[in-house]
């Protein structure tokens, strides 16, 4: 895999790698863990969830800053692996207040913010040797495979740590639980029979006091997270020693020298800042006016702020790079505001919309070491194909071997097995780790013909691949029961809660079927990016735009809210018609200005 490549690409794989592992343990279950904690709504779980996300991706600017303005990308990258253990350290402590619990968030995106943008470019820079340039999409595409192991395997030890935990306190899981526990403390459960049978169900035995069920299995419930935020810590120190061991294979750059003449005039770098700084202020207040929303415009105005501020500072020679840079940024708001949908809306539809129990064949998707063996079978049988015999008779012996497994394990299953919507969050990583080389050998295939697509037109095509995976959602989704039509007041002016009906439930090959073209599109999109940025960014700007890709990034994340928001007032199609839209009319941006940024690359 690492064949033609420099070894510092082992070292960035396999340091995000680690700390991947620990970012994905937290995105599988942090809006299950906050609503189930601290009760709140999917409305209030997902503002926090999109200010979370901003943070991770909008505190790479400082982290770009900060590694272009002294070149020590290597020790920023170090800072930040540091950082993150400590937040990821306070997350794991049961029984922290709300706002501990935010300051947790904030420090691990804090270190995110110095670790991950110039990770990033710290490969880029690996291939501005010409000896590798050539292979520098694949790298990214290499690197991203890296960042979808760990994540592939996040949400099995999430799910499977937070189960420990119920199972030595005596209980089951049953993911409709939390809520329904906080509606009955709060007396605005309607279906009481329903939490009841539940309750008797998970407990194992009739449960007498709800009252006393409701409290303790939301206790045992949170903190079965916070062990399993525990874990994420431990990943941290993975990637640590990984990288503190094997850094010295990346490369240690030199201050970029700038001729006099091409330096702006220190005035100059006054008003730029002014103007950045009047832009952000304007655009805040603007926002705050039309939508009251005034987090949404601090957003939006630190994103224009720093379109100004890099139109300020970038040479006349350099601005031709910098303006082709900001269109795709603009582009990628809309991607990852649909994308990152599999966090928030896709992970509420996959608890409250996708059945609870499966049969012996689908729970082998859901079981971690069933998967593995299945993912080895597999293997094997493509093995089969290869040339080499040695080659081939390893794979048969995978295919003998793991398919025997796969039997026994699914032979020992009953007809229904429960299922955890954490567990969902899997697939789009598996498939990352699938198709990366299949892929890849698409493009090589077309490379050797002069017939592969420039690396803008692919960010296009994979915005309209985007589109299909939310229709596969939306044909799904009609005819369900909505949530805002599981809610009403009763005469005395309390809004009442109904749990999903089971009629409302639909089998989980529809959302893993959403997530498989949702990966394909994010294999067009997001590493072909990563190349973009590392292409066309001036040489003194590599840490700073890749900070501007993460604040495009973030500020798409903030516009996750546009999701859980809608959750409750909207009809299950009409919510996801909207990220059909929004990547469809991205797609065609990106189309009308493709000789641009074409010409950006050469």
């Known amino acids: 895999m690492f064949k033609d490549h420099p070894k510092g690409l082992f070292v960035a ?6 700390e991947r592992f620990g970012f994905y343990t937290m995105m599988a279950i942090l809006v299950l863990f906050l609503q189930a904690r601290y009760g709140l709504s999917e409305a209030q779980a997902g503002e926090t969830y999109s200010w ?36 990821y350290l306070i997350m794991a402590i049961p029984g922290n207040p709300l706002a501990l619990t935010l300051i947790g968030l904030f420090t691990i995106a804090f270190g995110n913010g110095l670790f991950k943008g110039n990770l990033q470019a710290v490969v880029g820079q690996l291939y501005d040797d010409p000896k590798y340039s050539k292979v520098r999409d694949s790298a990214f595409m290499i690197f991203y495979m890296g960042i979808n192991i760990g994540a592939f395997f996040a949400p099995f030890v999430a799910n499977g740590i937070r189960n420990w935990f119920l199972h030595s306190q005596g209980f089951e899981h049953d993911g409709s639980l939390p809520a329904m526990c906080h509606a009955f403390k709060n007396g605005t459960l309607e279906n009481m029979s329903k939490f009841q049978e539940l309750a008797d169900k998970v407990s194992g035995t009739a449960v007498t006091d709800l009252g006393a069920f409701a409290n303790q299995y939301l206790e045992v419930f949170s903190k079965g997270y916070n062990y399993a935020f525990g874990i994420a810590a431990l990943a941290m120190v993975v990637s640590l020693s990984v990288y503190v061991i094997f850094n010295r294979l990346l490369p240690t750059v030199q201050k970029v020298k700038v001729a006099d003449s091409e330096k702006p005039k220190a005035t100059t770098n006054l008003v730029s800042l002014l103007l950045a700084g009047g832009l952000m202020i304007t655009t805040s207040v603007i926002f705050y006016l039309a939508m009251g929303d005034l987090a949404l415009g601090a957003a939006v105005g630190l994103f224009i702020g720093f379109v100004a501020m890099m139109f300020m500072i970038s040479t006349k020679e350099e601005r031709p790079r910098v303006t082709s840079l900001l269109l795709v940024f603009f582009v990628v708001i809309f991607f990852w505001m649909s994308f990152h949908q599999n966090g928030l809306t896709l992970t509420f539809f996959a608890r409250d919309y996708t059945v609870k129990e499966v049969g012996p064949f689908t729970n082998i998707f859901f079981n971690l070491g069933s998967m593995l063996a299945f993912i080895g079978t597999v293997a094997g049988v493509v093995m089969l194909f290869n040339k ?7 794979g048969l012996g995978m295919f003998l071997v793991l398919g025997a497994v796969t039997w026994w394990l699914v032979s020992g299953w009953g007809p229904k097995n429960p299922i955890a919507p ?29 017939q592969e697509p420039s690396t803008p037109k692919k960010i296009g095509i994979g915005m309209i691949i985007a589109s299909f995976g939310f229709l596969i959602i939306l044909v799904a989704s009609i005819g369900l029961v909505s949530p805002h ?15 999903v009906p089971d009629s409302s439930r639909v089998v989980p090959y529809w959302l893993i079927s959403g997530y498989l073209v949702l990966t394909i599109a994010e294999l067009f999109l997001s590493p072909m990016g990563l190349s973009f940025v590392s292409k066309v960014a001036p040489a003194r700007f590599q840490g700073l735009m890749q900070g501007g890709w993460l604040l495009a990034t973030a500020v798409g994340n903030k516009f996750l809210f546009i999701g859980s928001d809608f959750w409750g007032k909207l009809d299950l199609w009409q919510l996801w018609l909207i990220f059909i839209v929004c990547c469809l009319l991205s797609a065609l941006f990106i189309f009308s ?4 940024l074409e010409n950006a690359t050469k």
């Open 52 to 87: 979370f996300y901003f943070g991770i991706y909008a505190l790479a600017l400082i982290g770009g800053i900060l590694a272009d303005s002294t070149r020590k990308y290597k020790l920023v990258i170090l800072a930040g692996i540091i950082v993150m253990f400590a937040g």
């Open 13 to 18: 794989f396999f340091s995000n790698m680690g």
């Open 388 to 394: 080499k015999r040695v080659i081939k008779l390893i």
């Open 593 to 596: 200005i493709l000789k641009r």
């Open 422 to 450: 954490e567990v969902f969050q899997s697939f789009n990583p598996l498939f990352i780790v699938s198709l990366t080389f299949p892929v890849m050998g698409i493009f090589t295939w077309l490379r050797n013909r002069n």
């Open 485 to 499: 039509e599981l809610q009403y007041v009763d005469s005395f002016g309390a809004t009442k809660y109904n749990p």
